[in-house]
Structures are given as C-alpha cells and as structure tokens.
C-alpha cells in the first residue's frame, strides 16, 4: 500500500509528487449477480453504502446479492445497483488507501457514480434519481421500435452515414477510436448499419432493451429534469468531465442539465479520455464491477496505467 496523501482535493495531483488519479465509473452492462458483496464482508464503508441503498431502495440489495440476474438486468433496476456497487468499491478504496483522485468520469449511467464520488450528488439522491432514469428511459420507447449497434470503423464514415439516413439514428457512444455504436429507430439503424457495411465497416447489432443516448429517449428527458432541477448538489472536490462535453465541470449550478442533456446526448468517451490524459493523469482506476473501461481505455491510450478496484483483494492487493 501506497503512503496516504495528505494533499486537498483541490490540489490533489497538482505536483510532481504523487500519483495522478482519474477515477472512472463504469455504465450499463457491468453488472453481475453479487457485485460488491465481497467489499461489503471486509470494508465498513462498502456496508454503509450497501446499507444506504436497502433503506432508500428496499429489496434492492437482495436482488444484487442473490438474483435472479435476468431481474437485476432491468433498466430501473440495474442504474442503482450499479451506481451502489462503483461506489462502494471508490469509498472502501479511498478508505484503505487514503488516496484522493485528482479528476473523474463516468461512462453514462457511471457519470452519476463520478458525481457521488467527487461530493457533488448524496448516495441517496443518485439512487432515486438512477431508479427513476432507468424507469423512464424504459417508458420512453416502446419495444422493438428502437435498436443499436456496435460499429467498428473511422467515427467520420460513422457521422456522416448517419446524417444522411432517413429518420432517427445517431452515434451514441464513441467509445474507441474505431468503436461507435449508433442508435435510434430500428429501420433507420438497419439503413445505416446496411450503408456501413457498403463502406467496409464491420457491424454489431445490439441486444438492448432500448435505444438509448438518441433522440427517441427525449421523453425520458423531460421527464427526469424536474427530480435533477429538485437535487441540491453540493460543491465538487475533484472536477468531473461530463459526458455530453467532454470537458470539465466543477460548477453545481450546471449539474442538472448536463445530466439531462446526457439522456439523449452522445457519450465523448474517446474525447473524455483525452481530456483526462491532457491533464497529466497518469493513472486511471476503474472502480465497481467488470473490466470494460479498461479495456476502452487501452485502445484509446495504449500505454496508459489502468487499474481495476471492483474486489476486496484488488483493495488489499493494491499498489502504485
């Protein structure tokens, strides 16, 4: 175990000395029945998170812990446990090691992790308002209507087809210099994924239960902003890039709306990376459940230092 740092948030990583921390927050398809349990068995802090969620989201904890995994997938179901799981392995880290990352991020969904972590969102509210985004975001389109798919290529040829198919139909994540995934209506998804396939692209459709980070989540939006308008965030100890700018926000007063312009915003992914990298990080930790951002992160920055923290052994093992 690395010497605990005693610099201030604020000034956290802002010397030659120390480690320079982005603490990454993974979104939707991490998950796994159990994520966490084992934190929750060996660190306090990852109990009192479990503990937190139990008492505002009851019965939630026992879908985590024993399944049935094809429940825990459920949109309204799935964010909260999520954002409970990346957190509880940030707050028993943090605990163990007394590091302080000096920025943080979240793919999607991880982005209200991020904001937990950082101070800016209470535990409590990033539940109810992950619980109420995974509802909505379910009710905004009906099934079968939407689609998304995995396209592998240049994000230019991605961009362009897009804009010139007919209907609605988007890159929502750019996750890799060569990864997008599109998403929209069904037909327009399948116009385009047939167009790019012309062009030399490889495409994968995706099995989701709805499209997200597209226009067709518009309803969700605007049914979410009233809860994101009500929350009362509290000031941020470390920045956090946003989704939807790629850039870093550390002004509560702008909150609520990068939060609702994420719902049917792209996720910069590959531009939030660079942004993190462009302010001399030097490690990147992805905390909570599986290994995706990891894996993202070395096709964006092969050479980067990448770190997974989802495991009281990854805690206990850990070094810098």
């Keep these: 175990m690395t010497t605990p740092n005693t610099e201030s948030p604020s000034t956290q990583g802002s010397s030659t000395e120390g480690p320079r921390i982005a603490a990454l927050f993974p979104g939707q398809g991490s998950h796994a029945v159990g994520m966490g349990v084992d934190l929750t068995q060996h660190f306090p802090h990852a109990e009192e998170v479990y503990a937190t969620k139990e008492a505002t989201l009851p019965g939630l904890r026992e879908l985590v812990e024993v399944g049935p995994f094809d429940e825990l997938t459920l949109t309204a179901n799935q964010q909260p446990a999520l954002v409970a799981a990346s957190v509880a392995a940030y707050r028993a880290w943090q605990a163990h090691t007394g590091l302080t990352p000096m920025v943080a991020a979240g793919h999607s969904l991880g982005e209200y992790s991020a904001l937990v972590a950082a101070g800016v969102l209470p535990l409590e509210d990033a539940l109810r308002l992950t619980r109420r985004r995974g509802e909505l975001m379910q009710q905004a389109v009906p099934e079968g209507v939407g689609a998304m798919s995995a396209v592998m290529g240049d994000p230019a040829v991605v961009i362009q087809v897009c804009q010139d198919t007919a209907g609605i139909v988007q890159p929502a994540n750019f996750n890799a210099p060569t990864q997008t995934v599109i998403s929209g209506e069904k037909a327009a998804v399948e116009t385009a994924s047939a167009a790019l396939k012309a062009r030399g692209l490889k495409v994968i459709p995706l099995k989701v239960s709805a499209p997200f980070h597209c226009q067709?989540?518009?309803?969700?939006?605007?049914?979410?902003?009233?809860?994101?308008?009500?929350?009362?965030?509290?000031?941020?100890?470390?920045?956090?890039?946003?989704?939807?700018?790629?850039?870093?926000?550390?002004?509560?007063?702008?909150?609520?709306?990068?939060?609702?312009?994420?719902?049917?915003?792209?996720?910069?992914?590959?531009?939030?990376?660079?942004?993190?990298?462009?302010?001399?990080?030097?490690?990147?930790?992805?905390?909570?459940?599986?290994?995706?951002?990891?894996?993202?992160?070395?096709?964006?920055?092969?050479?980067?230092?990448?770190?997974?923290?989802?495991?009281a052994q990854h805690i206990k093992e850990f070094e810098l």
């Design 216 to 311: 067709l989540m518009q309803p969700a939006a605007e049914g979410l902003v009233g809860d994101l308008q009500a929350t009362t965030y509290g000031p941020y100890a470390f920045p956090v890039v946003a989704n939807v700018t790629a850039e870093l926000s550390d002004d509560p007063k702008h909150t609520a709306d990068l939060l609702d312009r994420q719902i049917t915003g792209s996720v910069r992914w590959v531009e939030t990376i660079q942004t993190l990298a462009g302010l001399g990080v030097d490690t990147f930790i992805e905390f909570g459940p599986g290994t995706v951002l990891t894996g993202l992160l070395k096709r964006i920055l092969p050479e980067a230092r990448a770190i997974n923290v989802g495991t």
